[in-house]
């Protein structure tokens, strides 16, 4: 199974943003990080599921067992469609995962995990909003 970790996040919330995705592949592990501009935590962190889904599938996984592991409640609840998308900035955001999914993704889940949990992925959004101001 490929287990990804993804985070976004915003400083000011709306302000600078940055995404983050760790990849790991047995025991392969690939990081990636992406300035967003200005943005809002929200947009980040679906951004980064974006990122994450857009290189598994350019490494050839998009037919593997996937787990994504979040810290944010809100998106992995509205991608698993237990919560209603009531901000209408996030509609784009959350469509662009459906079709990824979708289309190339028929073995993903989509898991909450506390922020602990997720440290990695965390820096690389901090690292990716450092380079990018």
């Known amino acids: 199974m490929i287990v990804i970790y993804t985070d976004g996040g915003a400083r000011n919330n709306p ?19 992406k300035y967003l501009g200005n943005q809002t935590n929200n947009w980040a962190e679906y951004e980064a599921v974006v990122l994450a889904l857009t290189e ?4 050839g ?4 067992e996937i787990e994504v592991r979040m810290d944010s409640e809100l ?4 991608l698993t469609n237990e919560y ?4 209408e900035t996030l509609w784009p955001q959350y469509m662009k995962v459906h079709n990824l999914v979708v289309a190339h993704f ?20 901090n690292e990716a909003i450092d380079e990018g101001q």
């Open 61 to 64: 996984l998009a037919g593997r």
């Open 84 to 87: 209603q998308i009531k901000e």
């Open 56 to 59: 598994a599938k350019k490494r």
């Open 106 to 125: 028929p073995h993903i889940r989509f898991t909450h995990v506390r922020r602990e949990q997720n440290s990695e992925a965390d820096r690389l959004v």
């Open 75 to 78: 998106i992995q609840r509205q």
């Open 15 to 33: 302000g600078p943003a940055g995404a983050g995705v760790v990849i790991i592949d047995g025991n392969k592990k690939f990081e990636l990080k």
